[in-house]
């Protein structure tokens, strides 16, 4: 089994920042992801990262990307760590395809979008069924589309296929819409747009391809006949291989925020450190989860100099 000083799990802005600071200080580590780049992929337009007035949000990730192979790093992408086991003093991480030793870990996975739960989800995911409207509104031209949810998320997917849908459902389970109110404004006044509120999805509908969903509202069933669905209900942190770090009761790594840089961003573990959407800082955001990733690399750095010290 392979042996390292550190592993870093996720390579989104907090596990790529992560990577470039214990690349500088020279650690032996490797960054395992399912993906690079996380959510900032989904995002149409990035307009609040410093130093960029705007950029899409997968030329965004370009950059954190090219920046990443500037150096030497092992990295494993498409590849799921499914545990984390503490033997003795050191780690186990076992993944979808191997089992890797270190001496520590920073937890970089980000948030993953909460699920509908209900029959024919699964089934057409991919199939007209999809949870990045900004990815891929552009598939659904001329089509009716549903965008299911009420709050930024929802409202970010309608605006993504405006220019492309030839009528839109927003369907919500609440009386009315949350977030920006921006939004909402240039939204509401869009002809294409439909919002049904207290309105919850039952079924997703379809053959090859998705027909249609069921609802009920006003305890009334209805089906509305639709090509497209769009699920924006939220996101949920994914870190449910992380059974032994400790989480709020939102499922979030709770970690230490403390002035001195040995326990900055560490967990309830000695050895395990977070960053960036995954934990309980409350702004999510692609410059936090980046300073994140960097302040974990560097008390990460810290803790190994300590321990080989013999502190
Ligand atoms: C539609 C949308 C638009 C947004 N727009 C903006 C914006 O304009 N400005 C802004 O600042 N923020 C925006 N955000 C928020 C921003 O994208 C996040 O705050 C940021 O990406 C969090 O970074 P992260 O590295 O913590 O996690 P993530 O970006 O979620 O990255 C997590 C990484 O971990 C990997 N991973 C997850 N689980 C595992 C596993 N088990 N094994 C291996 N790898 C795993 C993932 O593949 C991914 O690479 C937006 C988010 C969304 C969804």
């Known amino acids: 089994m392979k042996a390292y000083e550190l592993i ?41 990262y410093t130093g960029y007035h705007f950029i899409k949000g997968t030329d965004l990730v370009k950059k954190f990307e090219e920046h990443l192979r500037d150096y030497k790093i092992k990295v494993k992408i498409k590849e799921r760590v499914k545990n984390i086991r503490k033997i003795g003093k050191n780690f186990e991480i076992i993944t979808s395809k191997s089992k890797y030793q270190t001496r520590a870990v920073i937890v970089a996975s980000g948030k993953k979008p909460r699920k509908l739960k209900v029959p024919g989800e699964d089934e057409f995911h991919n199939k007209g069924l999809t949870y990045c409207a900004t990815c891929d509104a552009p598939l659904f031209d001329q089509k009716i589309v549903a965008v299911i949810g009420g709050a930024n ?78 699920v924006e209900i939220g996101l949920i942190p994914g870190c449910n291989f992380a059974e ?22 560490l967990t309830n573990i000695s050895g395990i450190f977070a960053a960036g959407d995954v934990t309980d800082i409350p702004a999510k955001q692609i410059i936090v989860a980046a300073g994140e990733g960097s302040k974990a690399a560097l008390a990460c750095f810290d803790y190994l100099g300590k321990q080989q010290e013999g502190w």
């Open 244 to 265: 032994i770090i400790r989480k709020n009761k939102w499922g979030e790594i709770m970690i230490k925020r403390s002035t001195k840089t040995m326990a900055e961003n």
């Open 8 to 48: 870093i799990i996720g390579a989104g802005p907090a596990g790529i920042t992560a990577a470039i600071y214990a690349a500088r200080r020279k650690l032996n580590f490797l960054l395992i992801s399912k993906d690079i780049g996380g959510q900032t992929l989904l995002s149409a337009e990035v307009k609040n």
């Open 153 to 230: 998320s929802a409202l970010e997917s309608t605006l993504a296929s405006i220019p492309y849908a030839k009528k839109i459902y927003i369907i919500t389970i609440n009386s009315k819409l949350y977030g920006d109110k921006v939004l909402q404004d240039k939204i509401l006044k869009n002809k294409k747009v439909e919002v049904l509120y207290k309105a919850k999805t039952t079924e997703v509908l379809g053959k090859k391809f998705v027909t249609g969903l069921k609802l009920e509202q006003n305890k009334k069933e209805r089906t509305l006949n639709v090509e497209g669905i769009f």
